[in-house]
């Protein structure tokens, strides 16, 4: 969804059911919060168990969304669907033992939190699916797979929050509500652990990157950071950036949750 669409899409909700919007506000705050805070915390407490302090001794081993949160970051993800926190410091000087190897676990610690929270959501949705809806109703509808697959229809129905127009057809209702946070949660999750892939500074894909082919013997100048960023602004605002994240991103997701339908016999 283009950033205009979705601002109509979201003006028209506001009009026409502003408590439902306000309470998908909610799910969405959350989702984000937790999705974002978690990323930067991993960096900092790995950091942290490898010698360097800095993000400790600057309270950003913290849940406190007012330590993390970034401007920029946050407006994009919420315009654009992906976004970024506040990079926390870290001061490679201070690790201890392989600087090169620290500097590895640092960089992929985010992405590792927050790829293992989307493989326990996905999981989560996937036992959740049968005891909310009812069975004659995913069975005509596609099955499983169309209710959890990103843009599938119990996930545009759950995502939009127009869960309470279809009671009727779920055996406990109030499972929507935890369903629909999951889905949020599980999104989130995968597509920043997926755009923090993008070998591009200051994303982490740049530094394991370096770690993994150069050895860390790749260094930035200012100049070339201030250069990169804004490139890359550009190119995320511009829909290029967002179009292949949802094609990976779909893909990934729809891989995790054919496994798991396997393995829980909803298949």
């Known amino acids: 969804m283009g950033i205009i669409n979705r601002l109509q899409y979201w003006g028209n909700w506001l009009t026409t059911d502003p408590i439902g919007f306000f309470i998908y506000i909610l799910y969405f705050a959350v989702a984000v919060l937790l999705t974002l805070i978690l990323h930067e915390v991993a960096h900092g407490y790995v950091a942290y168990r490898h010698g360097d302090p800095t993000a400790k001794m600057l309270g950003r081993l913290s849940l406190d969304p007012r330590k993390h949160l970034d401007p920029i970051g946050t407006i994009a993800l919420i315009l654009v669907g992906f976004g970024w926190a506040k990079p926390v410091p870290i001061n490679p000087r201070n690790f201890t033992g392989n600087r090169v190897r620290a500097d590895f676990l640092v960089s992929i610690a985010g992405v590792v939190t927050n790829l293992t929270l989307f493989i326990v959501a996905t999981f989560l949705t996937v036992i959740i699916n049968p005891l909310l809806w009812k069975p004659e109703v995913i069975a005509v509808n596609g099955g499983a797979n169309s209710f959890l697959e990103i843009y599938g ?8 929050g127009a869960g309470s127009n279809y009671v009727q057809y779920m055996q406990t209702p109030w499972l ?25 500074p200051p994303l982490d894909g740049f530094h394991i990157l370096n770690d993994l082919a150069f050895k860390g013997r790749l260094n930035v100048t200012p ?42 016999g909803q298949q």
């Open 153 to 160: 229809l119990g996930y545009n129905i759950l995502f939009s």
């Open 176 to 200: 929507m509500h935890v369903q629909r946070f999951l889905l949020m949660f599980l999104t989130f999750n995968l597509t920043i652990g997926i755009f923090n892939l993008i070998p591009i």
């Open 223 to 264: 100049q070339f950071m201030r250069g990169a960023q804004i490139v890359f602004l550009l190119l995320l605002f511009s829909g290029a950036v967002g179009s292949v994240l949802i094609a990976v991103t779909t893909a990934v997701h729809g891989g995790v949750l054919h496994l798991f339908l396997l393995i829980l």
